[in-house]
């Protein structure tokens, strides 16, 4: 199908990245403190594909998967 599958993160779920940043470039930083970029594989394995505002898409071995954060 291609379409990334959606996972919206409740308050209390912790999440393996703690921090989402855009400006000046796009990144996360996951809880152990290591900066990852789009392109970059992440400590599970996932790949990071890329990076907005609310949610960044992993690619899983060929499944998608947008984590969004709720508000």
Known sequence: SGLPVEIRLPP?????????????????????GQRYTPGQRLPDGAMLQSVDET?????????????IYAR
């Not at 912790?14 to 809880?31: D, G, L, M, N």
């Not at 949610?55 to 984590?67: C, P």
């Open 55 to 67: 949610s960044y898409l992993l690619d899983r071995g060929g499944v998608k998967e947008r984590v």
């Open 12 to 32: 209390d779920r912790e999440s393996p990245i703690a921090v989402i940043s855009v400006k000046p470039e796009a990144f996360v930083t996951a809880r152990d």
